[in-house]
Nanobody, 116 residues
Framework: QVQLVESGGGLVQAGGSLRLSCAASEPTTFSNYAMGWFRRAPGKEREFVAAINWSGGSTTYADSVKGRFTISRDNTKNTLFLQMNSLKPEDTAVYYC????????WGQGTQVTVSS
């Protein structure tokens, strides 16, 4: 199975920025799939954040992050990114990456905590 490893999370103040990375272990198939970022806050269900097509030319964002987050990918390095700007306390969650629209196995995610 494809292994997904998220990194780059941390503790930041409201208005700050973070850049998350997602490394995929399967170089043969990574570039053939659309990818997305998801998040799960304590006591809440996992929700969609952003997605990007196989080539990186088309992106989609949840209304809650439009204008603040940017998803991108580097297929030569089998890596997905999420640039997070103007962070808000409500962005606090564990962030995960996966294939879309049909996810494979989930990684452990990376914690993002935004203080007010």
């Amino acid at each position: 199975q494809v292994q997904l490893v998220e990194s780059g999370g941390g503790l930041v103040q409201a208005g700050g920025s973070l850049r998350l990375s997602c490394a995929a272990s399967e170089p043969t198939t990574f570039s053939n799939y659309a990818m997305g970022w998801f998040r799960r806050a304590p006591g809440k269900e996992r929700e969609f954040v952003a997605a990007i097509n196989w080539s990186g030319g088309s992106t989609t964002y949840a209304d809650s992050v439009k204008g603040r987050f940017t998803i991108s990918r580097d297929n030569t390095k089998n890596t997905l990114f999420l640039q997070m700007n103007s962070l808000k306390p409500e962005d606090t969650a564990v962030y995960y990456c996966n294939r879309v629209p049909k996810p494979t196995n989930w990684g452990q995610g990376t914690q993002v905590t935004v203080s007010s």
